[in-house]
């Protein structure tokens, strides 16, 4: 479950990146419309609320939060180096993350 909810977290911060136009002209060639910002944003939103929702949930209320936070922050860091360094590595690592946690979660 933690597997899964730190890729849910790669994914949130991949969308709030993505909704900036500096990151979204790096990865896609152009700035995201308006609409498509919203959009992005919102789902951060909301994959995260759901990693947050499965850290409490496989270690409880206090230690889960603290876990969340964690891995909030080691996303940020992954992926602030991925989109210094190997900015197209970023979108791959995207799809490889929960592919890898729903892996685990069937093993």
């Known amino acids: 479950?933690?597997?899964l909810s730190f890729a849910f977290l790669y994914l949130?911060?991949?969308?709030?990146s993505l909704a900036m136009s500096r990151h979204h002209k790096a990865l896609f060639g152009a700035a995201p419309a308006p609409g498509r910002q919203r959009l992005l944003r919102l789902a951060?939103?909301?994959v995260g609320v759901i990693a947050l929702a499965?850290?409490?949930?496989?270690?409880?209320g206090e230690i889960g939060t603290v876990i969340w936070l964690g891995q909030?922050?080691?996303a940020g860091v992954l992926l602030g180096g991925m989109l210094?360094?190997?900015q197209r590595w970023a979108l791959s690592l995207a799809a490889l993350l929960p592919a890898g946690a729903l892996l685990q979660l069937l093993v």
Not at 12 to 16: I, K, P, V
Not at 54 to 60: D, F, K, M, S, T
Request: charged share 10%; net charge positive.
């Open 72 to 74: 909030l922050m080691l």
């Open 12 to 16: 949130a911060m991949l969308g709030l």
């Open 54 to 60: 499965l850290c409490v949930q496989a270690r409880g």
């Open 44 to 46: 951060a939103t909301v």
């Open 84 to 86: 210094a360094w190997r």
């Open 1 to 3: 479950m933690l597997w």
